[in-house]
Nanobody, 115 residues
């Protein structure tokens, strides 16, 4: 079992920044992939940015140049730095991890971009 806990969401004005954190615990050895998804009201959950099985990163076109994914292997934590936020970035952001064919999700953290 892998447990994922997100933090760092909140209300921010357009053009502002936030940094999300996802701390992994439990059976974290050999997690294959880890990253961030988001789901806005009425929309399907979509990939934001993730470290892939091969060690590279996938980043959604809609956030390229604004969002950066990073990780701290000592702290077992993945971060999402979000800059120049737009109202359309408003969503619940979920941490995701995959291991041995299983997918794990955090409970999500709400990001609201509004003036």
């Amino acid at each position: 079992q892998v447990q994922l806990v997100e933090s760092g969401g909140g209300l921010v004005q357009p053009g502002g920044s936030l940094r999300l954190s996802c701390a992994a615990s439990g059976s974290i050895f050999r997690i294959n992939a880890m990253g961030w998804y988001r789901q806005a009201p009425g929309n399907q959950r979509e990939l934001v940015a993730a470290f892939t099985t091969g060690g590279s990163t996938d980043v959604a076109d809609s956030v390229k140049g604004r969002f950066t994914i990073s990780r701290d292997n000592v702290k077992n934590t993945v971060y999402l730095q979000m800059n120049n936020l737009k109202p359309e970035d408003t969503a619940v952001y979920y941490c995701n991890a995959r291991k041995n064919g299983l997918t794990y999700w955090g409970k999500g953290t709400l990001v609201t971009v509004s003036s």
